[in-house]
């Protein structure tokens, strides 16, 4: 019974984990302030 | 204590196992995504170009003919069609401006692409657009999906609006990384007129009524790199004529540009680069994590098993005790 319990431990604390950092994502940030380019960058 | 230690490990042993399959299936798909703030821009040159001088109406070869490409991602957008797409959606105003070897404006292409921010399916939306005309595209442009696989995509052509196959070719090494090369030939296929022409006063609307069409081809190389599905280096034969009409001054055709587009150098190193730094992190999330956890998870069962085996051991016969000396009575 013990070890039902701690493998059930297991289990939830790493579903827990990935649906909690999947949840959180990337923030999406705000829209760049660079202008569409009309002249030639002189590097990347 | 042995037991405690032993469920513990058994505990770490499901964690690692179960961590496994999530980063790979779940997670993955959740967290590799193209950045809906993404702003890049690429150079690309092609030398000894033949390009149409508006002033005479003469192809002459110039020593090089520039093209800036800037992708900017509009997060506004994006997230007020995420509303009712029900995934993540990127929204990239485009810009392909063409500049001359005076400098000058040869022509400028903007465009819309709306796309799934994970599969680079496209997402069809009010505003997907090429040069202010509405489009729907039916497959990819500018990137390979996550992923990709050795197999034809549909590539979308902003100067016919369609979409064709782009052939997967074969699997190569560009500078270091492992890249499939793809191939897209267009056909020779009559296509509109840009809106912004290079000479002033002049319209697509004052060319259409002389009569001249504008007809175009080329063969689309890339290679891309296959975990992040993004091209490291990219080539185009590139062949435009404008035909018929009064304005050639009975000429059948002329051509109105012609050239080998090629990245510019300092934009390869630096993409190679960008790319080698993305492909670790995909890399992470596809293979070594749950590779990794996997192989924990095996190796802490064992452990817990070998530990909860110990524990259960029934303990060795007790010492042998002396036997008692009888007495002897006389």
Redesign the interface.
């Known amino acids: 019974m013990r070890a039902l319990i701690a493998a059930a431990t297991g289990l939830a604390v790493a579903l827990a984990l990935v649906l909690t950092l999947s949840a959180i994502g990337t923030p999406a940030g705000k829209t760049s302030p660079e202008p569409l380019l009309t002249t030639v960058p002189p590097h990347p | 204590m042995r037991r405690k230690t032993s469920?513990?490990l058994?505990?770490?042993?499901?964690?690692?196992a179960?961590?496994a399959p999530?980063?790979r299936w779940?997670?993955f798909p959740?967290?590799a995504?193209i950045?809906?703030?993404e702003?890049q821009?690429m150079?690309l040159e092609a030398k000894n170009a033949t390009l149409l001088d508006y002033g005479t109406m003469t192809a002459r070869t110039v020593p090089k003919v520039?093209i800036?490409q800037?992708l900017?991602?509009?997060?506004?957008a994006?997230?007020k069609i995420e509303k009712t797409a029900d995934r993540d959606v990127v929204v990239w105003?485009?810009?392909s401006?063409i500049?001359g070897p005076d400098g000058k404006?040869v022509s400028?292409v903007?465009e819309r692409y709306i796309f799934d921010a994970h599969t680079q399916e496209p997402v069809h939306a009010t505003g997907e657009s090429v040069d202010g005309d509405p489009v729907r595209r039916e497959g990819i442009e500018f990137k390979w999906p996550f992923l990709t696989e050795k197999r034809d995509y549909e590539y979308f052509d902003a100067q016919t609006r369609t979409s064709n196959p782009i052939h997967y070719k074969g699997t190569q090494d560009f500078r270091g990384v492992k890249v499939y090369y793809f191939e897209q030939t267009i056909p020779w296929t009559k296509v509109a007129m840009p809106k912004t022409m290079p000479v002033a006063g002049i319209t697509p609307e004052t060319v259409a009524r002389t009569g001249t069409t504008r007809w175009y081809t080329t063969v689309r190389k890339f290679w891309v790199e296959p975990l992040t599905g993004a091209p490291v280096y990219g080539e185009e034969i590139h062949q435009e004529e404008l035909r018929g009409g009064t304005l050639l001054g009975g000429r059948a055709k002329v051509t109105a540009f012609a050239g080998d587009v090629k990245m510019r150098e300092?934009?390869v190193e630096?993409?190679v680069a960008l790319v080698k730094h993305n492909r670790t992190l995909v890399l992470l999330m596809t293979s070594s994590v749950p590779w990794g956890c996997l192989t924990l998870g095996a190796l802490l069962l064992a452990l817990s098993l070998w530990l909860e085996a110990r524990g259960r051991r029934p303990a060795g016969p007790p010492p042998a005790r002396a036997p008692e000396r009888e007495t002897v009575t006389a």
């Open positions: 469920l513990v058994l505990a770490l042993a499901v964690f690692c179960a961590l999530l980063v779940y997670a959740r967290l995504k950045p809906a703030n702003y821009t150079v520039t800036v800037t900017k991602g509009d997060v506004a994006s997230e105003d485009g810009l401006y500049q404006m400028r903007p300092d934009y630096h993409t």
